[in-house]
């Protein structure tokens, strides 16, 4: 992490967001298209070319976490929080 990114100020959710990506040993540079964006798991599921169960946490998974993903990351692209 460079000295300009240290200083700058972090929310709560990108602080979380962190602090689950250091638990699972996943990194801040991870390549673009390391992950899917819920909008994008959703329209895979929909079509029929993934399985929900392929998305979720634990016993949280399928189409209702995902639909709840993309609620909640419209709300964060929107300035929402929650």
Do not use: Y
Not at 20 to 26: A, E, I, K, V
Not at 34 to 57: K, N, P, Q, Y
């Amino acid at each position: 992490m460079s000295q300009q990114q240290a200083s700058t100020p972090v929310s709560p959710l990108r602080r979380r967001m962190l602090d689950d990506m250091t638990m699972r040993g996943l990194h801040e540079d991870m390549p673009n298209g390391a992950f899917m964006t819920a909008g994008e798991a959703w329209l895979e599921c929909r079509a029929g070319r993934m399985s929900c169960d392929d998305f979720g946490d634990g016993e949280h998974k399928g189409l209702w976490f995902i639909s709840m993903t993309v609620a909640r990351d419209s709300l964060i692209l929107n300035g929402r929080e929650m």
